[in-house]
């Protein structure tokens, strides 16, 4: 066993809990010593500009991929949301963490819901996943960039800047701030991203000993779902300038999968849509479903619109 183990993890408010949360399971389950090497990124530099016109959401992992080939830590902890879909060579996912909720949050100091909003109100949020499914469902509203940590969106919310923000609602629960939440969007409203609500523990793929130690942490059932979601992103080229979401649910034998894609530019597209569902004991099955659910959406004319 590793006895000194050093996570990497970028310094907001958000991924110093989940690497706590981390480091408190590894000391628990495993009675190691655990440090924490806080980092800041790309991502959380570049404010002023979308994730997909600077590069997309491997901005959040690049410099702690960094430290670990550089043996400045052991391991990384990211929001599974934010890991590209196909890690560079010589890294691997060690062990997927029981997924939080996986929903989207709505979040107003003066509206209730999403229904109650005006004709105009102003809508913050930095996914284009949830841009179109805003659109799809409330066309009158002006959807706004919203960029920064947790705490900085709330703090434009609270500002005035917008009248209400759509945030994930893992993050919002796991700081806290559940009182913040006036309504959730189920799933069948607002389909979440790839592995949204779920963590990943990163490390260098010739670490051994540490992989066998953190597999035996992961949650199969999250694991099995969000290889499925992660492999429809995948087959169809997935990067955070396509507004995809995929998710699924596992009930110990058949996976249920859900995903949607929207047209990046042209708002009054239609959104494509697929369901499809399976027994599923491991990741190559999984990710099979995955695949299944692209080919769906490539037959209902997605590739016109991953064109665009």
Not at 34 to 55: A, F
């Amino acid at each position: 066993m590793t006895d000194r183990i050093i996570i990497a993890t970028r310094e907001s408010r958000l991924a110093m809990w989940q690497a706590e949360h981390v480091r408190d399971l590894l000391m628990q389950r495993f009675g190691a010593q655990v440090d924490l090497l806080g980092m800041t990124t790309r991502g959380d530099q570049i404010l002023d500009r979308t994730l997909s016109k600077v590069g997309g959401k491997g901005l959040f992992v690049k410099e702690l991929e960094t430290a670990l080939e550089e043996g400045r830590a052991n391991l990384a902890v990211h929001s599974l949301k934010d890991v590209p879909m196909d890690l560079p060579e010589g890294f691997e996912l060690a062990a997927v963490l029981e997924r939080e909720d996986p929903r989207d949050a709505f979040v107003s100091n003066q509206f209730a819901s999403l229904a109650d909003l005006p004709q105009g109100a102003r809508v913050g949020t930095s996914s284009l996943r949830r841009v179109v499914q805003l659109r799809s469902v409330r066309p009158d509203l002006r959807v706004e960039p919203l960029r920064g940590n947790l705490d900085t969106r709330l703090r434009k919310l609270d500002e005035g800047q917008h009248d209400a923000i759509v945030l994930a609602a893992a993050g919002l629960k796991r700081l806290g701030l559940a009182s913040r939440i006036r309504s959730l969007f189920e799933t069948d409203q607002m389909l979440p991203c790839a592995g949204q609500g779920a963590l990943g523990l990163e490390v260098c793929a010739d670490a051994a000993p540490l992989l066998a130690m953190l597999g035996t942490l992961t949650h199969r059932g999250t694991s099995l779902s969000v290889q499925a979601e992660r492999a429809v992103s995948r087959a169809l080229g997935g990067s955070c300038s396509m507004p995809l979401a995929a998710f699924a649910q596992w009930d110990g034998g058949t996976l249920v999968l859900r995903a949607a894609l929207g047209h990046p530019e042209r708002t009054d597209s239609p959104l494509l849509r697929a369901s499809v569902k399976a027994p599923v004991a491991d990741a190559a099955a999984a990710r099979a479903l995955g695949e299944q659910a692209a080919a769906s959406l490539r037959d209902q004319g997605a590739s016109a619109y991953l064109a665009a």
